[in-house]
């Protein structure tokens, strides 16, 4: 990056975004939080007005990094998703269950436009399954309405050869784009074959997405070139995220993890991303996030993209505190982007954990007059309590209150010690590095790790991590063993790094950052299960 050059992160939350504006040095020179908005770009807007109103030379700007829920959203409400014509290679080997089969009936009808199974395909070993039919793939396409394909081959990330050869027919001949399963997902055939779908689903979300901010960019006459963030922490062009806008999914918790490693100066800790309405709980390993081993659900489809090990629980700064008996009740229900109008200590009339906290002595530095407001509320003699599951109002702000905001702080701090605890996996030797705009929330000492970190600008960790994130690129595919492996190897090293330039890396400064190799010792040809990784800087 140029001397005196600026770039801003951005990220989209289920509560706000934040934008920061780092310099050359990494150095956070503005920052802003607003409420994420209905339809996530207002909101986006907002946040990088916000920042650029701190910024006297904007020309100064080069890059903005955008990591967003736009592509999650989609999923989670069947809203704008496109078409899909689902184009399976392995007849008469995977006939038995057929593509989508176990998806939600509604999903299944907002995204398939046709599915099919023709033949083709490989086995491990790289031999044929049968030659591709051409003719039946042209057939179904002719008989279909879509606004894409979706192409999965059996064994593909071993063998490509045949979704290449559909791509190239799809793209001469019907004029769609394609969505390549060994180009999104590993090993195992019904999750590849739905994160395939899902990614061809979204291609009009992502053309959405980066319209939105080339636009809001031009508009406000910046000549910064955008980026888009990853679910392993990275970035990738924009041409990169409309090719791959799966690749989103993920993307907030894995920027809190980069941006907390980074802001703390920790490589391997477990990290607190408190927000308003959650608090992710994920593990940091050499400053990357530890990726999931299990198959990842997403709008009730299962996939095995890569995504980080993230734990989520119902806690956050907008959770809605109520009686229950003789007990509280802790969410998991939460007030989200409206607590700044809703909770005690804003002057509204709905008992949150902020307003537990803040009752339990836990108060942010800049938040000082919190307390007051919720002392003035506690003498309040407006409307009597609610019942039944109603939440405490302002007017009721008794000793008995006071004990169930005490009762509420405790439940809080119970979930946080079980979720980390199931995140340590035994090791108690790291840190907690507690981020997001509610790590306020976090008692001083939690058991199961060697002390809480709270770094400066911790509440906006997120943006920090799209900000300073790399560009990478991946393969995950299966090798012969022998003597020829060495050679393999190097040619998969090649591969991933020319993905990690096609995301936006410097090609000089491309580094292997990940090399795993799993012996496959019960095929009948010795083989072994190659995961590579390569990322580095963007290029200039």
Same mark, same amino acid.
């Given at each position: ?20 504006v ?11 939080k ?34 967003t ?14 078409r ?41 070993d ?31 990330p ?6 290449r ?15 390549m399963?060994?180009? &999104?997902?590993?090993l ?20 959405h997405v980066?319209?939105?901010l ?44 980069r941006?907390?490693?980074?802001l ?5 800790? &477990? ?26 659900e &997403? ?6 993209f ?6 989520a ?27 700044a ?5 804003f ?19 800049n938040a000082a007059?919190?307390?007051?407001r ?26 008995t ?39 306020f ?26 900000a ?5 690129g ?31 890396a410097?090609?000089?400064?491309v ?10 010792s019960?095929?009948?040809?010795p ?5 590579v ?8």
């Open positions: 990056m140029a001397e005196g050059a600026l770039r801003i992160g951005i990220d989209v939350g289920g509560t706000n975004t934040d934008a920061v780092l310099d050359a040095s990494d150095r956070v020179v503005a920052k802003a607003r409420p994420t908005t209905p339809d996530v770009t207002e909101g986006l807007r907002a946040a990088l007005d916000a920042v650029l109103a701190d910024v006297a030379s904007w020309e100064r700007i080069t890059r903005v990094m955008l990591g829920t736009h592509a999650t959203n989609a999923i989670l409400e069947r809203r704008n998703l496109g899909v014509a689902v184009l399976r290679l392995g007849a008469p080997a995977t006939t038995a269950v057929p593509p989508l089969s176990d998806w939600p009936d509604d999903l299944r009808e907002a995204v398939s436009a046709g599915e099919v199974i023709v033949p083709g395909g490989h086995y491990v790289g031999r044929e399954i049968g030659s591709l039919d051409l003719g039946a793939i042209r057939r179904f396409l002719d008989g279909v309405r879509a606004d894409a394909v979706a192409v999965t081959g059996v064994f593909s071993a063998s490509a050869d045949h979704e050869v559909v791509e190239e027919l799809v793209r001469d001949e019907y004029e769609l784009p394609v969505s399963s060994h180009e &999104i997902g590993s195992g055939l019904l999750e590849r074959e739905n994160a395939t779908v899902l990614n061809a689903a979204l291609y009009g979300v992502a053309a980066t319209e939105a080339v636009t809001a960019l031009a508009e406000r006459g910046l000549a910064a070139r955008p980026y888009l963030a990853q679910n392993d922490g990275t970035l990738m062009t924009v041409a990169h995220a409309a090719r791959l806008p799966v690749s989103t999914i993920g993307s907030g918790p894995a920027n809190s993890l941006g907390a490693a980074f703390s100066g920790v490589r391997d800790a &477990i990290v607190a991303d408190v927000g308003g309405t959650s608090t992710d709980l994920g593990v940091l390993v050499g400053g990357f996030p530890r990726e999931s081993a299990a198959a990842v &997403i709008g009730g489809v299962l996939t095995n890569r995504m980080p090990d993230i734990l629980i119902a806690l956050g700064g907008g959770t809605v505190v109520r009686p229950g008996g003789a007990g509280v009740r802790v969410g998991p229900d939460s007030v989200g982007y409206r607590i109008e809703e909770a005690l200590v002057g509204g009339a709905t008992t949150t954990l902020t307003d537990a906290a803040v009752a339990g002595g836990r108060v942010p530095a007059d919190w307390r007051d919720l002392e003035a509320a506690a003498h309040a003699t407006t409307a009597a309590k609610p019942t039944g599951t109603a939440a405490y109002g302002a007017g009721d702000m008794s000793e209150f006071r004990d169930t905001l005490q009762s509420a702080l405790a439940v809080a701090d119970a979930m946080v010690i079980d979720a980390v605890d199931r995140m340590a996996l035994g090791r108690a030797d790291r840190p907690l590095v507690a981020v997001g705009g509610g790590a929330l976090l008692p001083a000492e939690i058991p199961g790790v060697s002390g809480v970190i709270r770094p400066e600008h911790a509440d906006v960790a997120n943006a920090v991590g799209a300073i994130a790399l560009a990478s991946r393969v995950d595919t299966i090798l012969p063993a022998g003597e020829s492996r060495a050679n393999a190897i190097e040619r998969v090293k090649e591969e991933a790094a020319a993905r990690a330039v096609a995301a936006g410097d090609p000089a400064r580094e292997i950052v990940d090399l795993l190799e799993v012996p496959l019960y095929l009948s040809e083989a072994v299960r190659v995961h990784k390569a990322a580095g800087p963007l290029s200039r």
